[in-house]
Every structure is written in C-alpha cells, then in structure tokens.
C-alpha cells in the first residue's frame, strides 16, 4: 500500500513537471528558471498554488493575481501520470519492470503534448530516455538488455523504413520515438507498434470519412501520440500479447 501511494503521490508531482516540460522544452527555454508563474501577469505560482491537481481545484482553474484562466490540461496531466505511475506499480512486480515503465510513462507523455501541439518530438526527450533505458537495463538486468537492444534497433528501423517509403506519413522524431521505446519494452514494442499503427489509421479512416478522400489525405495529424498510446498499452499489456501471440501460433 506504500508503495501504491508514493507512486501516485510522485506521479503526481511529476505530472507537474511534465506539464512544464511541455511547455518550456519546445520554446527552448531553462526547465528550471524562471519559478513557475502566470504566463499572463507574470506573478510567481506560490508553493501553495502549485499543488498538484488540488490547486487547480482551489484556485477554480484561475491566476490569484490576475484571475487568466488556467487550462485544464495541467490538473489532467498531473492526474494522467499519478495513475499511470500506479498502474505501473500494480502491474510489474520486479524492479527493472516498474523503473523501466514508470520512466518511460514520464518521457511519453510530453513527448505526445509536444507532437499534438508542435508537431515535433525533441531530441532531448528520445536521447535522454534511450541512455536512461540503457543504464536502468545494464543496472538491474543485464541478461535482458540484448532482447531490449534488439527491439529498439528493430522498432526504429521498421518504422526508418516506413518513413522513408512514405516521407509525409511520420518524420524521424517519430523513429526515434519508436527506437526509445523498444529500448525499454524489448518485445512489448511489437504490439506496442501495431497498436499505433491501428489507431493511427483508424482515425485517418475517420477524417478521410468526414472530410473526403482529397481533403483528408492533406490532414497532417501527428503520429507521436499514437506512439505514447501504444507505448502506455505496451507497459501494461505488451508482454501479455506477445506470450499469447507465441504460445497460440508459434507453438
């Protein structure tokens, strides 16, 4: 039960973080200056104010100074990530597996906020969670970093492959999202990126429906969203797949 309860509590305040990340990393701006403040008045958040998600209730969504509104995003993804930290605990008993998940659940998140927003995924989240994957493996299981080295080289060139056969279809932020992610899944990435794929085209299906064929196929949607969803079912249900898919047809 401890443990359950710091990992939501700890997600939490990483929620808080990842939401600055978000914000900051893609405007090329220090993550650690300036303290957090009101991007309109510019008033420094109190400690009091900066509380993860109950703050926002508090403060009903708005600035103490100035009363700008605060988007809702910020409680949801403080939220988002102290249940995904959770759910990782509850999943994974072993303590490669909770590490392994529980960062790349942080690196996934702003990575899919930044793409939806910016439509880019920054070297600096896909080359810090590859080392970080790496050490973590040859720190506690070094007997399962090969299988994890192979999945990373596997999943960045299956999808290198995809990009360069369709160059408007996904950029090489999205293949070294997908690299990352093997990095730390090892054969969860297979689902995983099938996963990505069926939603990926689902919702292309969707627009090209709504829209017509001419007009959707010109709707750029970002594809490292669907990369994070695939990576957060991989977490949970990836290696669940991948032991039915070999015991019902490999066997």
Same mark, same amino acid.
């Given at each position: 039960m401890e443990a359950i309860t710091f990992a939501g509590v700890l997600g939490a305040i990483v929620g808080s973080f990842l939401n600055v990340v978000a914000y900051r990393l893609p405007r090329h701006e220090s993550l650690i200056t300036p303290a957090s403040h009101c991007p309109r008045c510019?008033?420094?958040v109190k400690p009091y104010d900066n509380i993860p998600i109950l703050s926002w209730l508090l403060l009903r969504g708005h600035c103490r100074s100035c009363a700008a509104p605060i988007s809702p995003r910020y409680p /949801?993804?403080?939220a988002l990530t102290a249940a995904l930290c959770v759910g990782a605990v509850l999943v994974h008993h072993s303590a490669v597996s909770v590490a392994l998940s529980v960062v790349l659940i942080v690196l996934v998140v702003p990575a899919a906020l930044i793409d939806l927003e910016? &439509?880019?995924?920054p070297n600096r989240i896909t080359a810090l969670g590859a080392v970080l994957a790496v050490l973590i493996g040859l720190a506690l299981d070094p007997a399962g970093e090969p299988e994890r080295l192979i999945a990373g080289a596997g999943a960045g060139g299956f999808l290198l492959l995809a990009a360069l056969a369709y160059p408007g279809g996904m950029g090489m932020g999205d293949v070294k999202l997908a690299g990352m992610m093997g990095l730390f899944l090892g054969s969860a990435v297979a689902p995983a990126l099938l996963i990505a794929l069926l939603a990926g085209v689902g919702l292309?299906?969707?627009i090209i429906a709504r829209k017509g064929a001419q007009?959707? &196929?010109?709707t750029a949607v970002p594809f490292g969203p669907f990369l994070a969803l695939g990576a957060l /079912?991989?977490?949970f249900v990836?290696?669940?797949l991948v032991n039915v898919y070999v015991n019902h047809f490999l066997h």
């Open positions: 510019g008033t420094p /949801l993804v403080e910016y &439509r880019i995924i292309g299906a969707i007009a959707g &196929r010109k /079912l991989g977490v990836g290696h669940p």
